[in-house]
């Protein structure tokens, strides 16, 4: 079966990159530009891994892995964190908060596909 | 609103002042005849003394 | 006169009356609707002070010595004024603790101590005793008088005649029995309380206040002319005169007339029926305030005519043979008043059936509980540790204990009746329960006090009294021989017991009230001063002292440790109060800990503590230690442990008292420290930010770039029109790079002072006119109108012209990217002050709240939440702009309010105003 992958990153160039990498893996995609869009697109799509920005406007990345955690239904969605603050702390700070991996921008798309899919168990 | 600490003080003040009425030296001044109202200086003072006493728990204990 | 069975009809029908407002007390409690929670009621119970002895015995006692009578009155009075001091605190204390008696209160106090609770019950018993015994003597005396219309007292030999079977106090005794059975132990309560019976009371102090007011009203006006002709009379009389000012003679020295008001100071609390009523029966402390005036106003009222009533009597009576005690009842039969006298006698019987109900319901459960259980219970023969249902057994004990009470008072009666008047008997035990109160207002206020010094002092003071007032009673009845108080025993003349060590001229109460006291007192401090506590002793000991420090939270420090089962604690629980009522309990315990069933909790000391205080309840302090320590495993705790426990509590319970009082300056001081921190923090966290900062708007087009660079590389068949789209993203994040590369460099510049300024004299005009021109394309995408208000001519002003067009590009651009989108209009204007330009950006945007006004000319930082908001654009023009408007000595800033589009203004001094700035007239000469 397809899986789904769910973009939540509001710089729109960087959004049409991962689109192209993801549809290119065959996965299905749907994008979020905010948190707070993030967690209804979660609702709606219940995708099978989020590529999660850590910086957006309404709702951080931070804050959106929290609240997935919380529920006990999403406990299988898988998380990769994006962010372009490549410090030690935020790294710790994600994984804490339940995020499956930490990815710093810029990324190499081949590293960052290839996550994906070990994520994935493909 | 009196505080619970305030009250008790004042009760104890109108203790004091009840031991006072109801003590040596003040009652030997009415223990003498001679009427008030028909009324014997003693008896007078006693029943009245106790209903100021009264009159103050009252007042203190009721007052907001 | 009134026929017997009249009078017995009558009787029955006021006790019909009584059963009737009791059962129906009863019946509401049981619905919840209490009809005795009100402060009236529960003064009106508490006259169950007056008994027979006020009803009767006061005039007796005012006949022979005036006002002498009054202290027992007065002195509760000033005691409710310490009420508040004292009182409140044992009603906390008992409540917290479910203490249902004296002696449990005591036993409590002084680590649950069985010993002591069986001898304080013993002390309360023998004291009491005589006490009910004159209950029936006034009821059966007055029965006597009012049937017989023999207004002569009957006297005790001749009574001795009687047979018991024919002895009206005798069926007294027992109808009183069958009432207090009735109404004191119809059920067992963890909390002891008696609705109906308090309502019952209640409303016998009612009718014994209007019969003895009815009274008083006919003697005072209806015999005699008003209070001054009786008295006027009064004053005439040979054997009256000289009551009129008594003291030093009839009423005795002032001394002893303070000793009597200290005996019933203490009385009106340690007596058992006020214990009772006041204590047990409480439905709410707050109903204690209005009590404190009621009570003494009820006081006084059944007072006021005493002194008429004797002196009437007296006068009237000054041929006859009549005992003033029972001038209430003759005055009205001598005036041939039947209605009255019978009112009379059920306003006595009122008196002296509630002093008895009520007494005799309080010695019970303190028999029951300190005395015949903990004997009881320690049998190890009787195996009554494993009988099921125990509750029978308690409420049978008690009953027991009732008839017994009444029995050993009627027997008293009949042997010692007459030995004394009224008042006498009535002191001696006041004496007796004056014992009390060294271990229990000691107990409440002084931690120090130990159970071998309450025992010891409680001990002593009741031998004293008994050698001091009990036995000289006995010998005046003939059971001693006389010559033990004329001569004192062994001929000693030191121990004659009215004479104690040679201490004479005191009348016999003020005589041993003031060697038990002494006694009492002495040992009680001193023992407790030489020995020390155990652990329970001194947990308790806290508990009660400290009742009002713990804030009501029982829940708080339980000194206790060790195993137990759930099961094992209800199952004792069940046997005492049966097991629906433990079942009742245990739930609704569980329920107030959160869990829904009492399993799911653990075994807890809360739990434990709880157990043994419904017990209490139930069996006593003293017992339920015993009963609950035979299903639980307790450790020993030694007092270091309990020190400790306790410490740790009273160090929590000190600290927040600290903290509360300390609290304003303590936030004070921290407040400040907190700002000077958060300003070095923020300092910290700026500079951290803003390499962070960077370091993230660098990365963001980098990423793009690298993105599409290894996707256009990787794929080399990718469509024309893709290829386009991903190229022009790289294209445009490059821009974008190299944009925030020089700003930053820049913003670097002119922060460190390193920046190149060109210097001139500018036209400001000309300078917004080239502005204008070069967004003008910028305008016309976003479709904005912009208005220019410029004035003809300006002053020039010194200051590098492509600085200056950046700011004011920046300006501008800003207020096309903000401004509303649908109908975006932007004005910009020049004014002249009198030393400076000021030049005016206004936009028509959604403009910037009070807080983000500062933010925007920080660096990086856009009106929104610098972490969650994405800016738009660099967030580092506002901040180059104000530097450079700064470097030239203007200002730059924003007025705004939400919704109604913001201002960006600076100024720029004028050239001869900036004379004096050094860089620019370097410059200039340059």
Known sequence: MTKKVL??????????????????????????????????????????????????????????????????????????????????????????????????????????TAKVREILGE | MITPGIKGQQLVAVFLLGCLFFNYPLLSLFNQSGTVFGVPVLYAYLFLAWGVVIGLLALVIERR | MLQGWVIILISGAYLGVLF????????????????????????????????????????????????????????????????????????RISKMNRITSLADFIASRYGKSALLGGLVTIIAVVG????????????????????????????AGQLGTVPILGDTAFYVAMLLATFSILFGTRHLDASERHEGLVAAIAFESLVKLLAFLAVGVFVTFGIYNGFG????????????AQLLNPFGGAAGSFASWAWLTFLSMLAIMFLPRQFQIAVVENVDENHLSKAMWLFPLYMLAINVFVLPIAFGGVMHFSNAPVDPDTFVLTLPMAERQEWLALLVYIGGLS????????????LSTMVCNDLVMPVLLRMKGLRLNESPDLSGLLLGIRRWAIVSILLLGYLYFRLAGEAYALVAIGLISFAAVAQFGPPIIGGIFWKGGTRMGALAGLSAGFAVWAYTLLLPSFAKSGWLPLSFIEQGPFGIALLKPLQLFGLEGLDQITHSLLWSMLANVGTFVTVSLVGHESAVEHSQASLFVDVFKRGGDTSGVHLWRGTASVEDLQALLGRFLGPERAHEAFVAYAQRRGALMPQHLEPDADMVHFAETQLAGA???????????????????????????????????AYSHQLQQKSRELEEATAELRAANERLKELDRLKDDFVSTVSHELRTPLTSIRAFSEILHDNPGLDAGERGKFLNIIIKESERLTRLINQV?????????????????????????????????????RNVRLETHLPAAVPLIVADRDRLVQVVINLLSNAVKFCNPKDGRVAISLHRHPDSLQVDVKDNGPGIGARDQVVIFEKFRQAGDNLTEKPQGTGLGLPISRQIVEHFGGRLWVESEPGKGATFSFTLPLAASRAGAAGAAAEKAA
């Open chain 3, 229 to 240: 002709d009786l008295f006027g009379r009064a004053a005439d009389h040979p054997k009256l």
């Open chain 3, 619 to 653: 069996i006593g302090g003293a017992s339920a230690r015993i009963m609950v320590a035979s299903v639980v495993k307790e450790e020993e705790l030694t007092i270091e442990e309990v020190m400790g426990m306790l410490d740790e509590a009273s160090q929590i319970i």
């Open chain 3, 745 to 781: 460099l820049d913003l670097a510049k002119l922060e460190s002072g390193k920046a190149e300024w060109h210097v001139s004299e500018l036209d400001v005009r000309e300078v917004i006119e080239d502005c204008i021109n070069a967004t003008s394309q910028l305008f016309r995408e």
């Open chain 3, 20 to 91: 009737a407002i009791a059962y129906y007390g009863d019946k509401r409690a049981d619905a919840g609707r209490s009809i005795i929670a009100n402060p009236y009621i529960y003064s009106l119970s508490l006259a169950v002070y007056a008994t027979a002895w006020t009803f009767y015995g006061s005039v007796g006692r005012a006949a022979s010595n005036g006002v002498g009578f009054l202290p027992i009155y007065i002195g509760p009075t000033l005691m409710m004024a310490l009420w508040w001091v004292v009182m409140r605190k044992i009603i």
């Open chain 3, 351 to 362: 008196a002296a059936t509630g002093m008895v109900i009520v007494e005799t319901i309080a």
């Open chain 1, 7 to 112: 973009i939540a990153d509001d710089e729109p160039n960087i959004v049409v990159s991962l689109e192209f990498l993801m549809e290119r893996n065959g996965y299905v995609v749907k994008v979020a530009n905010n948190g707070e869009d993030a967690l209804k697109c979660v609702a709606e799509f219940v995708p099978d891994l989020i590529l999660l920005d850590v910086m957006m406007p309404h709702m951080s990345g931070y804050d959106v892995c929290q609240k997935i955690r919380e529920n006990p239904a999403w406990q299988n969605i898988k998380i990769i964190m994006l962010t372009a603050k490549g410090r030690e702390v935020e790294v710790t700070k994600g994984i804490a908060l339940g995020a499956d991996a930490y990815v710093t921008k810029p990324f190499s798309t081949k590293e960052l």
């Open chain 3, 128 to 155: 009491i005793v005589p006490y009910i015994s004159l209950q029936l003597k006034a009821i059966s005396n007055s029965f006597e008088i009012i049937k017989s219309d023999n207004l002569e007292i009957i006297r």
